[in-house]
């Protein structure tokens, strides 16, 4: 919890720079770029969470690898978790600046899970029904769950309604237990 404060004030923080640079999608990519280039290959990953290795010498070689290729507030950034000794908040901060690049857009995002992929018409007239219902913008993943016998669980922000025949299925047991 206390992590996700923090990496919430750095993507606040870097957001408010890339609105005031006018450069908020820019920066957004190259926060994902960033943090691909370094947690996506395990020796990467392992120098730069690296409690062992100086600070200055991380810096040094980040610098030199992404400068000129990525933009100078989310490289800035990054060198910055590595002064203050934060390099694991990475994904976190990401994380929360793609929350508030997306709720600056006005959307909110969307989960929509199903035994078996929705076709792109299913899974269009599922998110116009809740954007009509809701009165909001969704960006909408959709994941397919092959355990789920059938029916659909939506995850809009942090509310989850669950339309499985297993959800359904556990709210009938809580009713009937409920009553006894």
């Known amino acids: 919890m206390a992590n996700e404060t923090v990496a919430r004030r750095y993507g606040s923080a870097i957001f408010s720079l890339a609105?005031?640079?006018?450069?908020?999608?820019?920066?957004?990519?190259?926060?994902?770029?960033l943090r691909r280039a370094v947690y996506d290959d395990?020796?990467?990953?392992?120098?730069?969470?690296?409690?062992?290795?100086?600070?200055?010498?991380?810096e040094k070689v980040l610098f030199a690898a992404f400068n000129g290729k990525a933009h100078e507030i989310p490289l800035n950034a990054l060198l910055l978790l590595v002064r203050k000794r934060r390099e694991a908040l990475l994904p976190e901060?990401?994380?929360?600046?793609?929350?508030?690049?997306?709720?600056?857009?006005?959307?909110?995002?969307?989960t929509v899970t199903s035994a078996k992929q929705l076709s792109s018409e299913e899974l269009r007239s599922i998110v116009a029904?809740?954007?009509?219902?809701?009165?909001?913008?969704?960006?909408?993943?959709?994941?397919?769950?092959?355990a789920l016998i059938g029916g659909l669980r939506i995850m809009m922000g942090d509310?989850?309604?669950?339309?499985?025949?297993?959800?359904?299925l556990a709210q009938l047991r809580r009713t009937l237990f409920a009553n006894d």
Do not use: C, W
């Open 19 to 33: 609105d005031e640079q006018r450069s908020v999608d820019v920066v957004g990519k190259d926060l994902h770029a």
């Open 42 to 58: 395990d020796a990467t990953k392992r120098f730069f969470l690296s409690p062992v290795i100086d600070r200055n010498e991380k």
């Open 93 to 110: 901060i990401v994380r929360q600046y793609d929350a508030l690049q997306m709720q600056a857009r006005g959307a909110e995002p969307l």
């Open 129 to 146: 029904q809740l954007e009509q219902m809701y009165d909001k913008k969704f960006e909408v993943r959709q994941q397919v769950d092959p």
């Open 159 to 168: 509310r989850r309604v669950d339309g499985s025949i297993e959800g359904r």
